[in-house]
């Protein structure tokens, strides 16, 4: 008469005089499979609106062999059910792979989900595209660079973009191409993050030609084109701020009279020289709901409603960033020193002023730093041009909930001094700091 084999007793739990068993002398292998049994359970709990019944059914049942297994010390039969518990894991979940991967995956959302929290109620990134504020802030700049100055080397290239922004750009129309018409510049947005430019060509059988280089339009065609610049119908389109674009290129017919399209040769250089990205900054948007907004310090305003800025088609408000110089009820002056003049970045020549806040001189540093004109600041300067809400040497004054914004780079900025006050509706926030690029302006923003 045969008889089922019997197993040997497995030897029990250290236990304290209590009856609780002493959690550091489990094996290491029971406090293993104990946490598999916790992770099965948050699997099922997870998924089980996305599991058959049947699974769950299967997987509970595992479960409790395995966890039995385990409390009895049972290794080998631990070790076997675990792997079948998995394994009717894994397919339980349509297109599942592993436990390990989805809770990444699951991780990761959660990260994104706080990030987007913290922008939209904390802290906000910004990229300059102007000069406005320079050499506070840098905005996006560009030096072109002759043919036979060589670009750095790969990984020459790879730090000063890392330390920099710094993007290197040359379009040269290919020799396989033949001599083409170039018909238009535009300007477009690459996965929502990249602006680019396209130049547009026709070759002689009439198919369309594009060269594309990461760099603005305006960059592209004020700055970094080699030799004289071609005719364009909409010459403020290429140099303003506005996404999503295209301008025709013009030529001229023998009688003078315009025509579309300028003949290029095969081979031919067009733009060559690198460019640097605009600082990009963190802004409080909660410091406001705090504290108010302190004269000197350098903030962020949305333009909405503000009837002296000229917003691009479609778009109904922009983020400025600009010196906060004076408050609500102080008055402003910018009185002219005795021949002192500056030039603008387009040639034209202004007068150095003092900026004056309720009659006397500035003292905040930032404000200080721009009346020194010294390290590249240029001073603040006057407007003259009729219909600017500050006129030569007027006081002006902020009414209530009014705020002035200037520019730290006076002679290139369109703040308040043409286009007036900003509303305290539109205020975002301070400018904390420089996040990127690490060269040179990295850290707290004074």
Sequence with gaps: MSTDPVSSPAPSPARTASGHSVPFLKPGWVKKALDLSKGVKKFVQYNQDLMPREKVTAIHELRSQFDQAVKARRKEEAEALEKEMVAVCEKSVPNY???????????????????????????????????????????ITAQSMPENELFPNPVARAFEYVARGRNYVEMRVPQDWGNVVLTGIRQRSKAHFFTVTDLVF?????????????????????????????????????????????????????????????????GALLVRGHVDTGDQVLVNKMAYHFRRPDRGEVFVFNTAGITGITNPAGVTSQHYIKRLVALPGETVQLEPNSGETTTDGEGRIND??????????????????????????????????????????????????????????????????????????????????????FLPHFGFIR
């Design 97 to 139: 792979k592993s436990s390990a991967l989805k809770e990444n995956v699951e991780v990761i959302i959660v990260a994104i989900v706080i990030a987007l929290g913290i922008r939209a109620y904390f802290l906000q990134p910004f990229k300059i595209p102007t000069a406005s504020m320079q050499p506070t802030l840098n905005g």
């Design 202 to 266: 026709q070759d002689a059988s009439g198919k369309q030609r594009v060269l594309t280089g990461y760099v603005p339009a305006g960059k592209l065609w004020r700055d970094l084109w080699i030799g004289a610049r071609p005719d364009v119908d909409d010459p403020n389109r290429v140099l303003g701020a506005e996404q999503n674009f295209e301008v025709r290129v013009l030529g001229r017919r023998g009688d003078g009279s315009a025509t579309i399209g300028v003949p290029v040769a095969a």
């Design 352 to 437: 150095v002023a003092t900026l004056k806040i309720n009659g006397a001189k500035a003292t905040e540093f930032g404000m200080e730093r721009v009346m020194a004109r010294r390290n590249n600041y240029k001073g603040y300067t006057t407007m003259h041009t009729v219909g600017t809400f500050i006129r030569g040497n007027e006081v002006a004054t902020m009414e209530r909930q009014q705020y002035m914004a200037m520019g730290d780079n006076s002679p290139s900025s369109s703040d308040s001094r043409y286009w007036g006050p900003v509303p305290e509706k539109n205020l975002v926030g301070p400018a904390l700091v420089v996040y990127w690029p």
